[in-house]
């Protein structure tokens, strides 16, 4: 015997989210049948409405509420000619929280990875180009992650720019704040070295 | 800046599911962001069909579907003289997994804990002796969990059903098949020792 229909429905739904193993789900389904009807509804409906309200920036591909323009997009007091190239929507919140960019960004909604499928075309590499041109943009920060793919899409948002002849700046690799020299991995501790600078006052990106 | 109004609504409530931490909420939230709308919804669907469908066996308090009697309890074929207590609905389905067991359940909903609020009252202990009063019952397996509570609730389930004169015996605590002696902690073997029985064949619960 497995479980009833319903609750097998639930445990193969839950099953099928990012992380979230056979038993996880098993967990959460009995979770959710137990809790008040109102804090399983709470959750069906966030679901649903975020997937009908939510959609992307169709400038820089944010996610935006209601089809309209992102809150970074909205906002007057942000720096319209620098841009921050980021993979993801997530990423935006990532550096939103440091609180030292002050510009717009653009999510490429994803990382060059040909094995994966994600090319030039899946990119919002041309969208990326157009907005270089037409809206005089004079630095284009490019923030992707310092890992494989990350690295291969710089490159990428680079060669792809130069026609337009805006500066394209990385993100620092280097040690970690915090982090210990004994610990750090070669090649970190080798892009440290390579990326030094003269100790002055820290320029923020605004 | 943190996410918009349904996307953060969304995070939250994947964030109060059981082993879902703050980063697991953020990935599912943002895997349901980018799936089709048809998945999201069949699992928001799945969540309220659920909660709307499924109930609790009047009888053994097993999970039902529209308030019916559970599969167990509808079942013909089962021995309705041999119950098994359980804590949960969970249990349930890991003991039919062993096909060792042929007999009704009894759910108790919870294990003994004064602690955590789950005294004689909160058990349902007073319908398990009215079952087996009425209903002619000749043994009561306890499958509590081999843990504190559990075991606190054996003694219970024991005590309380005294009066009725019934068998109630306890599932054996010992190595488990495949394990080692060696990495075995002392309490499980001293456990399987004071269990030991002669070498004969075994005996179904049937």
Redesign the interface.
């Known amino acids: 015997?497995?479980?009833?229909?319903?609750?097998q429905?639930?445990i193969?739904?839950?099953g099928?989210?990012?992380?979230?193993g056979p038993k996880?789900a098993?967990?959460?389904?009995?979770?959710?049948?137990r809790c008040p009807?109102e804090?399983?509804?709470?959750?069906?409906?966030?679901?649903?409405?975020?997937?009908a309200?939510?959609s992307y920036c169709p400038k820089c591909f944010n996610?935006?509420?209601q089809g309209g323009l992102?809150?970074?997009c909205r906002d007057p007091a942000r720096n319209p000619r620098l841009v921050c190239v980021v993979e993801?929507?997530?990423d935006v919140?990532a550096v939103?929280?440091t609180g030292e960019f002050a510009g717009r960004y653009h999510v490429l909604q994803g990382a060059f990875s040909p094995i994966d499928g994600v090319g030039v075309d899946q990119l919002r590499l041309k969208e990326l180009l157009e907005r270089v041109t037409d809206e005089d943009i004079t630095e284009v920060i490019v923030a992707t992650n310092p890992n494989l793919e990350g690295e291969a899409t710089a490159m990428l948002v680079h060669k792809y720019l130069k026609p337009a002849g805006v500066k394209v700046t990385r993100i620092a690799s280097g040690l970690p704040v915090g982090g210990d020299l004994e610990y750090a991995d070669e090649l970190t501790l080798g892009r440290a070295l390579e990326g030094r600078r003269s100790i002055e006052e820290p320029q923020n990106a605004r």
């Open positions: 015997m497995s479980y009833s229909g319903a609750v429905e639930l193969d739904q839950l099928r989210l990012p992380g979230i996880s098993q967990r959460v389904a009995f979770y959710l049948l009807p804090d399983a509804n709470r959750l069906a409906g966030a679901i649903a409405e975020a997937k309200r939510v996610l935006a509420e992102c809150a970074v993801d929507a997530q919140v939103e929280r």
